[in-house]
């Protein structure tokens, strides 16, 4: 059976370092990093791992056509949806002065049908994915227009994943909470 994990929590909670410690003694993972650069300590972690267990990992940078990403991985890591939820609302609304109630809409609702062929591909394959994501609504309403446009998709976003998924926790301060699943 299929596992979907989903992992939120605030900036350097530990997610990322969880993640890739769930899957440390596993060959073969995909490791999608939705931004340019990885992180130093989270390279730093995989290769170790690699090394002495005598796994590869495939690590993707830059990631985008998550779907075909995973193909013929058992094993893959999301990270991190609020930078992939950034990216695409950058493309469908360059101009966040523009945006509007519908088009926010239209938004969450193409990242969830994106992130929903990614499930369903990984179910497909009786797999495992951890997707992880920043819990950004522990602090006030920002000021910033674009900051309250994303604050309000990524909210929505991680309510809607959250819900599909098999387990969810929570990262605070280094120490993961199973609070479903």
Known sequence: MA??????????????RWAVNCFESCDDVMYMYIADDLDKEIAGRIEYNCKNR????????GADNLVELVEGHKFSILDNLGAYVNRRINEKCPDI???TEESRREIEQYIIDEIIKL??????????LLIISTELNYCPIPKDLDQRWFREIMG??????ANMCTEVYLAASGIVFKIKG
């Open 3 to 16: 596992k979907i994990a989903f992992i939120t929590g605030g900036a350097s909670s530990g997610k990322s």
């Open 54 to 61: 005598g796994i590869e990992w495939v690590i993707k940078t």
């Open 97 to 99: 002065s523009t945006m």
């Open 119 to 128: 499930i369903d591909s990984i179910k497909d394959m009786n797999g495992n």
């Open 156 to 161: 929505n976003i991680n309510q809607r994943i």
